[in-house]
């Protein structure tokens, strides 16, 4: 009356379904992993180019400073790096390690930038914000403090946003924090030089940001309007 | 860590569900042959039969589930039926006398005080002296072929004791009714595959047909919860009677056109099924009573708590990310942005994998019962109403298991079936 074989062979195609979906899971996602670690060395690699340029060009005038010398691909690294952090957890070993490449490589894109704006002046002066967020559950504004930065970012390609986990175990993080005086009340703001803390709208934070930035961005969209319309 | 736990629960739920779809198909795909060759099955006698209509104030369906009746394609001196009126206070009875005096060999009508529906089937049983009975819903109505289609079973399989029909929803136009299509043809699914495993949980109302003999042996309906017909299959099952199904038998219901009357009808199949199953509870597990002792009864009583837990956790995902979309676009405003498709940001969790899996074959049991069937459901229309109506349908699981459950426990009246009634 009951085909026993019927019921062990149901429950081994569904453990070899599980098997599947689980090992076609950790396949996608150790490709995830190589695709942040790939997107991290090629930023390595041009900041690494930069920084050589830079050195080259130390005696040459600032006109002939290449624009894209500062890499675009951190942004989208950032958001990866959030979706993965999602996926696997904060305490995933990949993705502490990602976080800390990921932060080393923004402080050094950070000095880069300072460097391009120390020499060339208001031609070349980048733009940043350097933010701090905790997602141990104790920051309730960071979630929406990211909106709004990722907003800013779209609203101003000009940009430079960097963030940085407040609970990251890394040295050069924790030297951050010091030079810029960052508290343990987040989120945590940098603009400009100067420290802020607690959450900021859209409408505040440009009011904070240079006028420059806005200029930039509004010239930027008349030319794009103007290519277009040709 | 709270949530870890309760997101790791979610494991051995997909797991069995996962079990509960391969294992009906394989037990459909393995009959296969056998489903065809039901479909050429001759009628080489007419067996009498009587079809009781209990009704309680039905005066707005009741024509139509005669006229239906009447327009049966079978000797129309085998066939007897007795519209019992459960003490209707609209036109019902006086419908029923209409039809008595226009087909006085056919049709009995019959009034009595109210006493639920059991009491009123069972009338119809005491005068009844065919060889097979059955019951049709006084808002339900039946095919032209399908009593002849339920007999060949009959002649066919000297040992099947019950029929049970292909129930499709009757015009479905609200939202809940066009959910409720596709839960009814799902059902004709699984009602075929379960048949394939003598394994069927519920001769339903709206037309199973049964040997007459089958009371003589068992006896008549009980009150039963409020759910007689799931509570005589339990007894047939502990008395090792054979229960087919008639995918080509088409009957149509009337679902609830309220999530309200959906709602009270849903709770009442729930509750009736946790009061009947623990009555019957020596049959869980026990390999005397077959597929249906050691794979629907145990599995379906399950899918009640667990089904419980995995809705909760499924809306509670839900509004959480629905949350973080709302609050994105309070802070940020609405900004048009051209979608980009990046791989990368696919879901691809072990959960994602499996349960896209599992809608595969959700979608594929809906289209081979759409084949089995004779009547072709655009069902396809019918999904996305289904798909969008999903964060209502897991909130109203949750409150009618939940309630469902806490009622079965502390033994709380049943109050709220009258509003069924009404309802549904």
Not at chain 1, 8 to 28: G, K, L, Q, R, Y
Not at chain 1, 113 to 126: F, M, N, T
Not at chain 1, 160 to 173: G, H, M, T
Not at chain 2, 130 to 140: E, N, V, W, Y
């Amino acid at each position: 009356m009951i085909d026993t074989k019927k019921y062990t062979f149901t429950f081994f195609v569904t453990v070899a379904i599980f098997a599947t979906a689980f090992f076609a899971s950790t396949f996608f996602s150790n490709k995830r992993v190589e695709n942040i670690k790939f997107i991290q060395d090629n930023i390595a690699i041009d900041i690494l180019a930069s920084e050589a340029q830079f050195d080259l060009l130390k005696e040459v005038p600032c006109q002939n400073v290449d624009d894209s010398m500062l890499s675009p691909e951190l942004n989208i690294l950032g958001d990866k790096l959030s979706r993965t952090e999602t996926d696997r957890g904060a305490k995933d070993e990949d993705v502490i390690y990602l976080k800390k490449y990921y932060a080393l490589l923004q402080v050094k894109d950070y000095i880069l930038s300072k460097k391009l704006s120390e020499k060339c002046g208001e031609r070349k002066k980048q733009v940043f914000i350097i933010y701090f967020y905790s997602n141990l559950g104790d920051c309730l504004d960071c979630q929406k403090e990211g909106y709004v930065l990722t907003r800013l970012k779209e609203k101003y390609p000009e940009l430079r946003v960097y963030a940085f986990d407040y609970n990251l175990d890394l040295s050069v993080v924790d030297s951050l924090k010091a030079i810029f005086k960052i508290q343990s009340a987040l989120p945590g703001l940098v603009i400009g030089d100067k420290t802020y803390s607690g959450y900021k709208s859209i409408e505040d934070m440009e009011n904070l940001l240079p006028d420059t930035l806005r200029v930039a961005t509004s010239s930027l969209e008349i030319a794009t309007t103007t290519k277009k319309g040709r | 860590m709270i949530e870890q736990i309760l997101q790791a629960l979610m494991y051995p739920f997909v797991f069995l569900s996962l079990y509960f779809q391969i294992f009906l198909l394989t037990s459909f795909f393995e009959s296969s042959k056998k489903i065809k060759d039901e479909e050429s099955q001759d009628v080489s006698e007419y067996p009498s039969v009587t079809i009781a209509v209990p009704c309680w104030n039905e005066e707005k369906t009741l024509r139509g589930t005669l006229d239906s009746l009447l327009a049966l394609d079978y000797p129309l001196d085998m066939l007897t039926i007795i519209v019992v009126d459960d003490g209707s206070k609209d036109r019902t009875y006086s419908i029923a006398q209409e039809y008595e005096k226009k087909f006085p060999t056919i049709v009995r009508a019959i009034t009595k005080e109210n006493g639920g529906k059991h009491t009123a089937v069972n009338v119809a049983l005491s005068l009844s002296t065919s060889d097979l009975f059955g019951c049709l819903d006084a808002d339900s109505f039946v095919e032209t072929k399908s009593l002849k289609i339920i007999v060949s079973y009959f002649v066919n399989n000297k040992n099947a004791m019950a029929v049970t029909p292909c129930i499709h929803i009757k015009s479905p136009k609200t939202i809940i009714q066009r959910v409720q299509a596709i839960e009814y043809l799902l059902g004709v699914f699984l009602r075929k595959a379960f048949g394939e495993l003598d394994a069927i949980q519920v001769t339903p109302g709206p037309f199973s047909i049964l040997r007459k003999e089958v009371f003589e042996k068992i006896g008549n309906y009980r009150k039963a919860h409020n759910t007689e017909d799931y509570e005589i299959t339990l007894r047939m099952h502990k008395n090792h009677m054979k229960i087919m199904n008639s995918h080509k038998a088409l009957v149509y219901t009337v679902g609830p056109a309220t999530f309200k009357g959906y709602f009270y009808q849903r709770l009442r199949w729930s509750r009736g099924f946790l009061e009947n199953s623990l009555e019957y509870k020596d049959l869980f597990f026990n390999r005397k009573y077959g597929n249906f002792g050691m794979f629907t009864l145990p599995l379906a009583f399950t899918f009640v708590f667990y089904g419980l837990y995995a809705a909760t956790w499924a809306l509670y995902s839900m509004i959480t990310h629905y949350t973080t979309v709302v609050n994105r676009l309070v802070v940020t405003g609405i900004h048009f942005k051209f979608p980009t498709f990046d791989l990368f940001y696919f879901n691809t969790t072990l959960i994602a994998f499996v349960a896209m899996t599992m809608i595969s074959m959700f979608l594929f049991m809906l289209y081979v019962a759409n084949t089995l069937s004779d009547d072709r459901q655009e069902f396809y229309k019918n999904l996305p109403t289904y798909f969008l109506s999903t964060p209502i349908l897991l909130l109203l699981f949750i409150m009618l298991f939940s309630r469902a459950i806490f009622d079965t426990f502390t033994h709380t009246r049943n109050d709220w079936v009258l509003q069924d009634t009404k309802e549904g």
